[in-house]
């Protein structure tokens, strides 16, 4: 993995991303500093669940950042997210310990 350096900001610092997957669609927000994520299920089963975690981080490739956080109910998240072709994987581990694989587009949204 490729080393950050200190006061390095992530290409997704300070911007929005809607993530889509199969029966599952998400809102992303990070922090202008990128150490924190405000997530939103739009729809699919877990539609309605929201919050803020702090999120680490680390770029993998040219606009590919592997993404992590842990969520308040103990769900955990992992995201390899590919800005530059607007692809994401996404590895959930919900609360009740349900373990979901995903994968589709990564969309940039407007500026809130």
Known sequence: MEKQSPGTKPVFAGRSFRVDYEGLSAHNR????????????VSGPYAGASGEARCQWRQVGDGVYAISWQEADGATVVHLDDFAQGRSLAYFTAADMSFHRMQGPLTALAAD
């Open 30 to 41: 990070y922090s202008e500093d990128g150490e924190t994520i405000r997530y939103e299920i």
